[in-house]
Structure formats: C-alpha cells, structure tokens
C-alpha cells in the first residue's frame, strides 16, 4: 500500500486585503477561528479564491443557475447542497492561514481499506 503523507506550506494572513500570488477558482485549505462559549476554537474549511468582478453560476440538479457576483478579493465557500435556501457563496473572513492542496495522483481503490 501507498503511503499518501505529505507537507503542507501554510501561509500566515497578517491583512486579508493584501494577499497575492493565489489563482481564482483553485480550491485552498483556510484556517480561522472562531469564537465558541467555550473559547476561541480553530476550524478549517475548504475554500476558493476569487477576485474582485468575478461572476459564478451555480446549478441546481434541476438546471436552474444561481449567479453570484464576487465583490471582494478573498476566499470564498461554496454551498451548493443548498438545501430550500438554493446554492450560496459568500466570503469566508477572519482567514489566519491558507495552504495549497496537492492532488494525490493515486486512485483511492489503490490505497483505501474498507473494514465492514
């Protein structure tokens, strides 16, 4: 079996407003925080970046699109379960750190065990 361990560059945000080099549309790994009962709590999300102007279309199953327009450079959740709510986009704030994820390259059948 394949071992798929790897690391990961993580880039501090200092200003959210100041972040370059990111290509639109690529999926990143953010990380943030968030503020429970219990304390401040880090979470992860997977997120895209998009710039300013940018304009996406999200589709129903049914065909129906959705388009959003982004207002802001930023990293940017896609919701496109949706649920009764249809898709959403909207600007994840507050990111502290970002990383680029690596395809793997491997077929997960090659390197997944599944105990039934």
Not at 14 to 43: N, R, T
Request: aromatic share 14%; proline share 5%; hydrophobic share 30%.
């Amino acid at each position: 079996m394949q071992q798929l361990t790897g690391s990961y560059i993580w880039h501090y945000v200092s200003d959210e407003s100041k972040i370059e080099g990111l290509k639109e549309e690529h999926q990143y790994l953010a990380c943030f925080e968030v503020d429970e009962p219990s304390g401040p709590v880090w979470k992860m999300r997977l997120v895209y970046w998009f710039e300013k102007g940018a304009k996406l279309t999200i589709y129903e199953k049914d065909g129906t699109p959705h388009d959003f327009k982004i207002e802001d450079d930023g990293f940017y959740i896609i919701d496109d379960i949706g649920g009764s709510k249809g898709p959403r986009c909207f600007k994840l704030r507050g990111v502290r750190y970002w990383t680029e994820i690596h395809e793997p390259g491997v077929n997960p059948d090659d390197t997944l065990t599944i105990v039934g």
